[in-house]
């Protein structure tokens, strides 16, 4: 369990699923909320972040970086389905002093700079 080990010695864990939801990036959604939703429920939500990683990854938030042909997509894309677990203390101390949104933002510049065409590359 993560919580039973030092920060220094686990701090985050990447879990690759290499054959599961590999065309079907709903059904990895699905799945994605339904580890999400207990996190509160469970009281581990000050504990663990997670963050989800696609091929097909799009976000559909109605924004600029929304679309098949957005780069920004880029910055949520892997080659496979995969869950990052993050330590909450770290993620909060990596972003203190940052504004809210402010890594995001400078990812997509970055990503939007690189362009679709090169990352598919």
């Known amino acids: 369990k993560v919580e039973e080990n030092d920060d220094r010695d686990l701090s985050t864990t990447l879990h690759i699923f290499p054959e599961f939801c590999m065309d079907n990036i709903e059904a990895f959604e699905n799945f994605s909320n339904t580890l ?33 042909g957005s780069a920004a997509n880029y910055a949520r894309r892997s080659p496979w389905p995969m869950i990052n677990i993050l330590r909450t203390n770290q993620v909060r101390a990596a972003q203190k002093g940052i504004p809210t949104g402010l890594v995001y933002q400078q990812n997509e510049k970055t990503l939007n700079s690189v362009g679709t065409q090169q990352l598919e590359t």
């Open 36 to 68: 999400t939703q207990p996190l509160e429920s469970l009281g581990v939500e000050d504990l663990l972040q997670l963050v989800f990683f696609h091929p097909h990854w799009t976000f559909r938030d109605g924004g600029e970086r929304s679309g098949m």
